[in-house]
């Protein structure tokens, strides 16, 4: 079993930064394919981004741009996105979630956080 606890969602202006970080519990975190999804009110869940174990490998959704960097430290059972030049179409509710094998479907990933709060004003 595996809970996921998310932190580090606030209000930021328009062209601001923040962090998220995301603290599993479990033994087998540094096993774990790792991403962040979010989701706008009356949108579905969506694809943000993930970090394969051993953090080598990662993958972003077309509209992050280049603004977004995922990481992780397996020591600290943590992965972060650090999201920068963020715009209001970037306010969602942002989940963390793990998974066995990897991939940017929804149903890829068997655990998943309870989100935090991103919004964006300009």
């Known amino acids: 079993q595996v809970e996921l606890v998310e932190s580090g969602g606030a209000w930021v202006r328009t062209g601001g930064s923040l962090t998220l970080s995301c603290t599993a519990s479990?033994?087998?975190?540094?096993?774990?394919?790792m991403a962040w999804f979010r989701q706008a009110p009356g949108k579905e869940r969506e694809f943000v981004s993930r970090?394969?174990?051993?953090?080598?490998?990662?993958t972003y959704a077309d509209f992050v741009e280049g603004r977004f960097i995922i990481s992780r430290d397996d020591d600290k059972n943590s992965v972060y996105l650090q999201m920068d030049s963020l715009q209001p179409d970037d306010t969602a509710l942002y989940y963390c979630?793990?998974?066995?094998?990897?991939?940017?479907?929804?149903?890829?990933?068997?655990?998943w956080g309870q989100g935090t709060q991103v919004t964006v004003f300009s």
């Open positions: 979630a793990a998974s066995r094998f990897g991939g940017s479907q929804v149903g890829q990933y068997f655990a």
């Open positions: 479990g033994r087998s975190f540094s096993s774990y394919t």
């Open positions: 970090i394969l174990w051993g953090g080598a490998t990662t």
